[in-house]
T-cell receptor, first 117, second 116 residues
Framework: GAVVSQHPSRVICKSGTSVKIECRSL??????MFWYRQFPKKSLMLMAT?????????EQGVEKDKFLINHASLTLSTLTVTSAHPEDSSFYIC?????????????FGQGTRLTVV | AQKVTQAQTEISVVEKEDVTLDCVYE???????LFWYKQPPSGELVFLIR??????QNEISGRYSWNFQKSTSSFNFTITASQVVDSAVYFC?????????????FGAGTRLTVKP
């Protein structure tokens, strides 16, 4: 199956700093990428959907100025958590798919565990 | 509304027991896709199966089997002869068709613990 690489897998940052998480599709062109957040022992919640070359569409309740998403190429999307605070600590997962993969599963990255201290 | 319900929050079994994880979904669309993913403690999502709404054929893959029943909007997952390595959180997921063809709705997940 297709491979999606997410980096870093773990990051610890100080409160007030910004953190960038990368999501790369390694062997296919990802026309659409999704960013999810998962709280401990909870399900995945969709944060935003980004189409290559367009602004991301954020789910209700997700602050777009806090969670900056860039999808500048068909193989890379980034999520930047700006001015991070302890409540932003969470597990973030990206997934990628393309318009040519409508009937297959979306491919997920390995996830990034963010801890803000 | 599109929704996935996994009523079992946690299940604990002893190794070699069979266990069924329930999944009930809701959608008004006639075309949709259902998935099961496994999430071990590492956090990575492991794809297990995909089913489209036109394919009600049940599937068996080794110790895993899936029962898709459109009449009851259920897509249950059975593990036969469970093993400790099966311990994980399992998510049932509903994927919507175009134009929201990539929007995946996750159930709450079922945490399975298999004890030796």
């Amino acid at each position: 199956g297709a491979v999606v690489s997410q980096h870093p897998s773990r990051v610890i940052c100080k409160s007030g700093t910004s953190v960038k998480i990368e999501c790369r599709s390694l062997d296919f062109q990802a026309t659409t990428m999704f960013w999810y957040r998962q709280f401990p022992k909870k399900s995945l919640m969709l944060m935003a959907t980004s189409n290559e070359g367009s602004k991301a569409t954020y789910e209700q309740g997700v602050e777009k100025d806090k969670f900056l998403i860039n999808h500048a190429s068909l193989t890379l999307s980034t999520l930047t958590v700006t001015s991070a605070h302890p409540e932003d600590s969470s597990f973030y997962i990206c997934s990628a798919t393309s318009r040519w993969q409508l009937r297959t599963e979306a491919f997920f990255g390995q996830g990034t565990r963010l801890t803000v201290v | 509304a599109q929704k996935v319900t996994q009523a079992q929050t946690e299940i604990s079994v002893v190794e070699k027991e069979d266990v069924t994880l329930d999944c009930v979904y809701e959608t008004r669309d006639t075309t949709y896709y259902l998935f099961w993913y496994k999430q071990p403690p590492s956090g990575e999502l492991v794809f297990l199966i995909r089913r489209n709404s036109f394919d009600e054929q049940n599937e068996i893959s080794g110790r895993y089997s899936w029962n898709f029943q459109k009449s009851t909007s259920s897509f249950n997952f059975t593990i036969t002869a469970s093993q400790v390595v099966d311990s994980a959180v399992y998510f049932c997921v509903l994927r919507l068709p175009a134009p929201n063809n990539n929007d995946m709705r996750f159930g709450a997940g079922t945490r399975l613990t298999v004890k030796p």
